[in-house]
């Protein structure tokens, strides 16, 4: 790891900075070394940083605490990745609130085709164990290159993990707390084992954070943001599911919940997901993967001759041209691949539908007609 990347980790410890004013101060700054570089009087001049950040920033020394965390990186084989390196997830970078950097233990790829996250209660019912179950069995029938995402927590969270390594499907574990233990404990042997099978640990958390309870509701917008879509399976009236379905939704992402019995504890909170419209009810995998366009065996769509005679803004073709390559693709992957904002890219895919050469699909999925 280079001195880079030591600025880098240093960034994120620099008191009361916060992901979306550490990525302002790397983007006028043009990089994390320049960012400790920089003079205090430029540094008040960065929009949302003001006085006493610029002065937390050249008066704190937090480069001690970064060496100490390269160090443990390396002696323990974990990756840091930085949020506008190739290998840090995609549909991550794209939420606002994305961590700077990204501790990996393990050599997970962040960037399949699709990518779920499931979650649940911590007191998972012998029906919420067993629609996990069959659910990931479904999914690993399909032959889907497909990641489960999960907080490796007690009830449904572990379960998912499980299911996924029974049936030969990588998964990943968001941790709210350093890589340097697991926690629960008892969960220790499946986390190695996730590692193990190309699967990873992964947290933003520095190695022996204290465990914290508010530490939770930050590690669910890793779980959210990571994935294509987020499954619940059981929750109480309020726990960490539902915050985490908040937080998909609140990231234009797609959120589905499996209905349980009227008056179940454990059913509430996914009834009531559906009941408000913020989750749409599935009963199986059909169910998703007609939701989502999944369906089995469909192919990609054919290369599509654009329609003669249409004028096309360069952003227009850019998007058209980036679909005849891609074939279909989510809205927060255009805007990825495109460099464009979501703002921006909602409209042109607007007017390209207009124009009849885009198709719009469920799952917010875009490809030519």
């Known amino acids: 790891m280079t001195d880079d990347m030591l600025s880098k980790i240093a960034i994120s410890l620099i008191p009361g900075i916060g992901c979306i004013n550490a990525k302002a101060l790397i983007a006028y700054c043009g990089s994390a070394e320049q960012v400790f570089k920089e003079k205090e009087k430029m540094l008040r001049q960065i929009p949302g940083i003001g006085t006493v950040l610029a002065h937390n920033i050249v008066s704190t020394n937090v480069r001690p605490r970064a060496e100490k965390e390269m160090e443990f990186l390396l002696r323990n084989h974990i990756s840091a990745r930085f949020y506008l390196d190739t290998d840090y997830p995609e549909r991550l970078r794209a939420c606002p609130d994305a961590p700077i950097v990204l501790f990996v233990k393990g050599e997970a790829e962040m960037n399949f085709p699709k990518v779920l996250s499931i979650v649940g209660t911590r007191h998972a019912t012998d029906y919420g164990k067993q629609l996990v179950g069959q659910f990931v069995a479904s999914l690993a029938e399909r032959g889907y290159r497909l990641t489960i995402v999960s907080g490796l927590a007690y009830g449904i969270d572990i379960h998912a993990h499980r299911a996924a390594l029974k049936y030969g499907l990588p998964t990943i574990g968001v941790m709210a707390h350093g890589l340097e233990t697991v926690y629960p404990g008892l969960h220790t042997a499946t986390a190695n084992e996730m590692v193990e099978q190309k699967g990873a640990l992964v947290t933003d958390f520095l190695s022996h954070s204290t465990i914290d309870r508010k530490n939770f509701i930050r590690r669910n917008r890793i779980i959210a943001g990571m994935a294509d879509a987020t499954i619940v399976v059981e929750s109480a009236q309020k726990g960490g599911a ?128």
């Open 242 to 369: 539902l915050v985490t379905a908040e937080l998909a939704n609140s990231y234009n992402r797609d959120v589905f919940a499996f209905p349980g019995k009227v008056g179940d504890p454990y059913s509430e909170g996914a009834n009531f997901l559906i009941k408000s419209n913020r989750a749409a009810l599935i009963e199986s995998v059909e169910d998703l993967e007609y939701a989502m366009n999944w369906e089995k065996g469909k192919s990609q769509p054919d290369a599509v001759q654009p329609r003669l005679f249409v004028d096309l803004s360069p952003e227009q073709q850019q998007v058209v041209d980036l679909l005849r390559d891609e074939g279909e693709l989510a809205i927060d992957i255009i805007c990825i691949k495109t460099g464009l904002a979501m703002s921006k890219v909602s409209p042109l895919l607007l007017e390209l539908e207009f124009e009849g050469l885009v198709k719009g699909l469920p799952g917010k999925v875009f490809r030519l007609k």
